[in-house]
């Protein structure tokens, strides 16, 4: 518009919410798709719902409930397609550690 090229690095969905006292968040793909890799941890006492999805070792997309972490950073991770394979136990673990590559 302006007369420079700029290329479209594409648009990543992210949508967080509070509804009854919790906070939700979701980041990049939703539902995995065959030769994804899904890590998911649900325990309602206390951890509340963590979900991600990885493809290739690289994060592609994240469910939350309940849990303290920065959105910022899975959405970093999602768009510069970090390689987060040795790490991912730990986002799943302790997303807040911010701890990745």
């Not at 990885?54 to 592609?60: A, H, R, S």
């Not at 994240?62 to 991912?88: E, H, P, S, W």
Request: positive net charge; charged residues 25%; aromatic residues 10%.
């Amino acid at each position: 518009m302006a007369g420079k090229k700029a290329e479209y690095e594409g648009w990543l969905p992210m949508n967080t919410f509070s509804f009854f006292g919790h906070l939700a968040l979701s980041i990049g793909k939703a539902m995995p798709s065959q030769g994804d890799e899904v890590l998911m941890e649900n325990n309602n006492s206390n951890v509340g719902y963590r979900k991600i999805i990885c493809k290739d070792g690289k994060l592609i997309g994240a469910a939350f409930i309940d849990t303290d972490l920065n959105a910022g950073t899975l959405q970093y991770l999602i768009k510069k397609r970090v390689d987060i394979g040795k790490y991912r136990q730990n986002l799943i673990k302790a997303p807040e550690k911010q701890a990745y590559g």
